[in-house]
């Protein structure tokens, strides 16, 4: 009998195992209704504040991104502003490129921070400051830039929350 239990139970913790320390099937998002959500948040997006960065101006920005060919990229930032709005979504279609858009992206914050060698990219002491705050949030191979003046954390909860 305590053959059959111990065989029993040691069935049950092996049936246990996948379940517990298995890899989890990644979670499609669409990144449009990532952005529509942040949208709902800020509503000074409305009526075409924050428009697509321009093809000529991604690689500026960017130097990079474009290159790994990603799944979905939403880049967006107003076209003349003294605040902090910019906004990147990325998907890849590897760990590998996730990787590199996430040192191109922290590129970009480190450029407009600047540091003791260089000016940086922004003029501004308040936008310095915005642009320190701002990290480049990771799930998976889904990437974000949010530097956003204000709702900067409730756009990070936003993008967070769609993997959940």
Do not use: H
């Amino acid at each position: 009998m305590k053959k059959w239990m111990t065989l029993t139970l040691t069935l049950f913790s092996l049936l246990a195992l996948p379940a517990c320390g298995g890899q989890a099937e990644p979670k499609n998002v669409d990144l449009t209704e990532v952005y529509a959500s942040m949208e709902e948040v800020c509503d000074w997006w409305t009526g075409g504040y924050m428009e697509d960065v321009p093809e000529e101006a991604l690689e500026l920005y960017y130097p990079g991104l474009s290159a790994l060919e990603p799944v979905q990229l939403i880049a967006r930032t107003p076209l003349m502003s003294s605040v902090v709005n910019e906004v990147v979504l990325v998907e890849c279609k590897s760990e590998e490129d996730a990787d590199k858009a996430q040192e191109i992206l922290q590129a970009r914050i480190d450029y407009q921070v600047g540091d003791d060698t260089n000016p940086g990219g922004v003029w501004y002491p308040e936008s310095i400051e915005q642009w320190k705050k701002t990290t480049v949030q990771r799930q998976g191979n889904y990437l974000a830039l949010l530097a956003v003046t204000d709702t900067q954390s409730q756009l990070a909860d936003i993008f967070n929350q769609a993997f959940a």
